[in-house]
């Protein structure tokens, strides 16, 4: 019997937040151009708004807002060929346990793939040990691929599943300077990274003096999201609130907006770690990793160590334009010919395997009894990988969909204004 039905592979997507949805998306769009895309985006408090998901400009044949158990009732190889898990680690693991109870006695199961949606500068053997168990875990360069791989030898864990590609948004045209515009430089600023008020206000006081030093060029402040939007990490201390205080000049904006289309118009980018650094430069954009705050694990920029990209703001205010180490970017998944080719041919040959084995996380109750329970219930989900009773999916009426939407609406917008007004206060007062 064959395994799928001929025809468009389909892919279903769970992703936590708008910069996990654009990178499960642009992956299952890597497996082939003409994939049925399938969203289901997981209830939280980071679930992507709908001007987040209109930025992103990503489209899929169908889009659902569903809890943990919801998505694990409707997920079977009768509404899907592949399931990519574009969440946090100890949401992919919960998910992999719910899985492996749902299809149990199953003949057949979706393909399933996982991976990062960045650099992964911390939390290596967590993060890839929560994921162990998905079919495929990709990593986003042989850099990546060799310390994964490192991890999973480490533990005696199979590597088989460790496909090298690279991040799937890498694109766009190659820089080409422009005399016939003023030269661009944009700050790609990051939800978490720094994530004190002084460090970020350093950062945005020297982005807003090169602007006044550099009148004849316009400074881009590149934003994530706006007040009360959440990504994949909690933003404190927002930066567009910040520049208030700074009165910059006219020749420095704030931006929001696809990273892509940003770099379309940027001569000079400026960032901490962000991943519109590999993204830049994939296009030859010359790139400075700012060193003011120090070369820091907790910063993620030692990542770029070997890169040739360090530089310091009074570097750049003189005129100082990196230049990327060509070894270090073929290293580091930023150069390649074709580089999801691999995961093409992963995912075919498993989707033709007539029977896949069950799926087999590294985590188990004799593996980690003191650490996986916890995990599991607090995505709703018993010691078995079974959602708990009275949080199974239920039918609801137009009612009890309305009052439950504005319930879970207004507890997210007072989470928020908690993690942004109240708790930096109360930080504050226990600082004194």
């Known amino acids: 019997m064959p395994k799928r039905k001929p025809g468009p592979v389909r892919v279903t997507v769970i992703a936590d937040s708008d910069t996990r949805w654009k990178w499960g998306a642009l992956t299952a769009r890597r497996i082939g151009p003409d994939v049925r895309l399938d969203a289901r985006l997981l209830r939280g408090r980071a679930t992507p708004t709908p001007r987040q998901l209109a930025e992103l400009g990503i489209p899929a044949d169908s889009m659902v807002e569903q809890t943990a158990a919801e998505i694990l009732a409707a997920t079977s190889d009768e509404t899907c060929d592949v399931v990519v898990l574009s969440c946090v680690g100890g949401t992919v693991q919960a998910l992999l346990h719910g899985f492996a109870r749902a299809w149990e006695g199953r003949s057949h199961r979706p393909v399933v793939v996982t991976g990062y949606v960045g650099v992964v500068y911390e939390k290596l053997a967590d993060g890839l040990l929560l994921r162990a168990g998905a079919d495929v875990v990709l990593a986003n360069s042989a850099d990546d691929a060799e310390r994964f791989a490192a991890v999973y030898e480490g533990v005696g864990y199979p590597t088989t599943g460790i496909v090298e590609t690279a991040l799937p948004f890498l694109g766009g045209d190659r820089y080409r300077p422009d005399s016939g515009r003023p030269f661009t430089v944009t700050f790609a600023v990051q939800p978490s990274v720094p994530e004190n008020r002084a460090d970020r206000l350093h950062l945005l006081r020297r982005t807003v003096e090169h602007a006044r030093r550099h009148t004849e060029r316009d400074v881009l402040v590149k934003l994530r999201s706006k007040p009360g939007e959440h990504t994949t990490h909690i933003e404190e201390n927002p930066y567009q609130k910040l520049v208030a205080s700074l009165d910059p000049p006219d020749n420095l904006k704030l931006v929001y907006g696809t990273m892509a289309d ?66 270090w970017t073929a290293a580091h998944g930023v150069a390649g010919a074709d580089p999801h080719a691999a995961l093409r041919s992963r995912v075919a040959a498993l989707l033709a395997d007539p029977e896949l084995p069950p799926l087999s996380p590294y985590y188990t109750l004799r593996t980690a009894p003191g650490y996986l329970p916890g995990i599991l219930a607090r995505h709703g989900l018993n010691p078995k990988g079974e959602p708990v009773q009275g949080l199974a999916p239920r039918e609801a009426g137009p009612v009890r969909r309305a009052v439950r939407e504005l319930v879970r609406n207004s507890a997210r917008t007072a989470y928020r204004q908690g993690v942004q007004r109240v708790a930096p206060v109360i930080r504050r007062m226990g600082q004194l």
């Open 262 to 327: 940003v770099l379309d118009r940027t001569d000079l980018l400026v960032t901490v770690s962000s991943t519109a650094a590999l993204e830049s430069l994939h296009r030859g954009i010359p790139t400075a990793i700012l060193t003011d705050l120090g070369i820091r694990e907790a910063l993620g920029n030692h990542h770029f160590l070997g890169s040739g990209c360090f530089a310091s703001w009074d570097e750049i205010d003189d005129g100082h334009l990196p230049q990327a180490d060509p070894l």
